[in-house]
């Protein structure tokens, strides 16, 4: 479950400071407030025998947290803001950095996820108010793990989804995304203008098992995967599983099998150790134990940072496919899905400053990474400059209660990020 | 949809039919009287647009159907006699021959399936009665399709399934077989003593593509192939599909197409062509395209006519299972499900006897071939000696409204089982 509070305050308190002094000569962080502010929002729908919460996008858990963040905001000289979405900024006056992530969870979340980058941008913005540094805003944008869309609120505010759209999404419980910001009432203001903001940072953890495993602190995001997915369908011939000779069969599974089994060696002179691919769904027709298939439907998604990439293995899988046809006599049909992500670069600059930030809180426990999950960031890239930096994750572990980073980890990545506020300045 | 009634007739007067005369000396069945009765009981239950019928065990149509039967077995100079599990007798005096098979179809069946073989054993034993002939009783056994259970009328008979079991058995649409039963009223007689039988012949449609592609008319049936079944789940590592390099991935559906994919080669040394598996079912948890399957579960059939081939299919089977789970890190679990069937060789004289039938009939035009399905014929078995005779099916079709057979191989199916029933005489 992890500890929490006192003891993570302790813990901390027992690593070596000496690289965090830095970083305070430019925005003065503090430690034990920024984890007394996590943990404060993890007690607004937290689980009561575990580290996890349940804060799904405006339920009154959700609603509770972003009231509770505005009166954060609020005292540490920020103008609390609802846009029409239920996005939440902490507006700096003037031009300023924005900093942030989003505090909505899965139905069965993790405490840190989006909430670790609102509460250290809250903490930076903070600090930076009271030593007289650089001007920070915040934000915690809504819905970003999709009890209606997905990314709705980020995605709104970017022009990518209109707000008409937006309002005919409906949660698997039947309520609408209208009828949910309807909620907001009073609180609602107009949305804020982007250009008032110079670029956008966003911590996160990492949601997979590199840092953790590798035994490093930081992870300086390249960019955000695209993704492209496809449904495939085998037609073979359903037959009697007991009167039917193996030589006669077209076998719909089997012929799936030896797709999944081949794809590694079509892939290998294509992919990197960080393309990705997944059959995560397969559908039997008619589905009985004494019955040969003579259908098999299933999705095949892959992710890589370079969309050349993505067009080859795209080329590979249509390859073997065509060769799968014609060895097994079945019919393959292969619909790729509309909601295909193409790869999102992060700022180069950003990046290069994320970096020296990073080697300068972390000597050489640090790498260039891509995200493999989605990130509100990949929205806001439209408006302005955008970096991301990542934590590790405990055992790669997320959208569950047991997700959970080392406390010194979270400082480590408070101080990064102050860090790099402080050089963009 | 195929030909019936006239064109029928037609086509067979166009066949040489003098091998028939050889058989016609012996029991003079007649081909068109057959073939006239076989669709008249097709007519029962018969779907308006094609030559399927639905005949539901124990449905009106069912009932229909055996009291269109009883009525032409009375005709024929047997006695009508429904048993308490609505098996129906046609039986001759004295000890007897028994012929026969099903009349009870599946929810959309083909016309032959089971009604052949009571047909053509009514007609034998009709033409044995007219011209002095051995004696001969005929069967039309109940649920054998399984509404209920399976073969649920021959298990009750062979005393494989005890009658109170059997009325707890509850079809898809919550009648009971108790129930189900008692619609027979005032039909019912006792359970006919086996003793006054010598053997059981049956005949049935092949319901695979073997004769029919190889251009022959008989099988001779060897046994009922034996079937083991396993449910199979692999325990891997749920992951976010798009942060979990694939080194580090345990994905329980990758385990399972290895699984299948290997299957031939660990069999390669053990199986004949003969010899058949099946992956028909499988589920993945939680089943979603952007989520690394944590969980999949499946189940593995194999059937052959040689029980150690069986057990010698099954220890690679395991073998292969602790390989992968050693290879994969994956937890691998396998349940013999109870429901295995052991191969059931038929008697050896009536397999010889059917073969010099058929040699007779359709001279090398016939082969010995087990049964990759179930019939009544192994329950039979546990009661006297039993032989089976197939004939073509057309495309390897059955249980479907297009299951056909061409009018020359049903009437050699007759003329094979009326040569065969003389010489046991």
Redesign the interface.
């Known amino acids: 479950m992890g500890d929490h509070g006192p003891d993570r305050k302790a813990r901390l308190d027992a690593c070596n400071l000496a690289w965090f002094n830095r970083v305070m000569k430019t925005i003065p962080v503090d430690p034990a407030r920024f984890l007394d502010d996590l943990t404060a929002l993890r007690r607004i729908g937290g689980d009561s025998a575990s580290m996890g919460v349940r804060r799904r996008a405006f339920s009154s858990e959700d609603l509770a947290a972003r009231d509770w963040l505005a009166a954060r905001m609020t005292a540490a000289g920020l103008a609390a803001h609802f846009d029409p979405v239920g996005n939440l900024f902490g507006l700096a006056e003037g031009r300023s950095l924005l900093l942030g992530s989003h505090t909505d969870t899965q139905p069965e979340g993790g405490w840190l996820d989006g909430a670790l980058g609102v509460v250290a941008a809250l903490e930076i913005a903070r600090a930076a108010r009271e030593s007289g540094g650089p001007a920070i805003s915040v934000v915690s944008f809504q819905d970003e793990e999709g009890r209606f869309g997905a990314l709705t609120g980020s995605s709104v505010w970017a022009g990518k989804l209109d707000l008409a759209a937006a309002d005919g999404l409906v949660a698997s419980d039947g309520l609408s995304f209208a009828q949910a910001r309807a909620q907001l009432g009073g609180r609602v203001g107009t949305f804020v203008d982007p250009a008032q903001f110079s670029a956008f940072l966003e911590m996160h953890i ?5 840092l953790d ?1 590798a035994g490093e602190a930081i992870g300086v995001v390249t960019g955000i ?1 695209g ?1 492209r ?1 496809m449904q495939i369908t085998i037609k073979g011939q359903q ?10 069969r077209r ?1 719909a ?2 012929v ?3 797709i ?2 081949a794809l ?1 060696d079509r892939f290998a002179n294509i992919v990197t ?10 559908a ?1 027709h008619p ?7 003579g259908r098999a439907t299933f ?1 095949l ?1 892959w ?1 890589d940072i370079d969309g050349d990439r993505l067009d080859r293995m795209e080329a590979a899988i249509m390859a073997l496919l065509a060769d799968e046809a014609t060895r097994s006599g079945c019919e393959i049909t292969a619909t790729r899905l509309r909601h295909d992500l193409s790869p999102m670069p992060m700022d180069a600059g950003l990046q290069a400053i994320l970096a020296q930030s990073a080697e300068a809180v972390v000597p050489g426990r640090w790498r260039h990474m891509p ?4 990130h509100d960031a990949s929205n806001v890239a439209a408006l302005m400059p955008v970096g991301m930096v990542f934590v590790p994750s405990i055992e ?1 572990i ?2 569950a209660f047991e997700e959970d980073t080392a406390a010194a980890d979270l400082v480590a990545g408070l101080a990064v990020l102050a860090d790099a506020a402080a050089r963009i300045g």
């Not at 990492?206 to 590199?210: H, L, T």
């Not at 995200?371 to 989605?374: F, K, M, V, W």
Request: no cysteine; glycine share 10%; proline share 9%.
């Open positions: 990492e949601q997979g098992p590199v495993q995967v993704l997915q037959n009697h599983a007991g009167t039917t000779p193996m030589a006669h076998d599974f089997s799936a099998a030896n999944a089994t590694p150790p960080q393309s990705v691919w997944t059959i995560g769904q397969i039997l589905g009985a134990a004494s019955v040969v298939p999705s998604q992710r995200s493999g999950a989605l790669g997320s959208h």
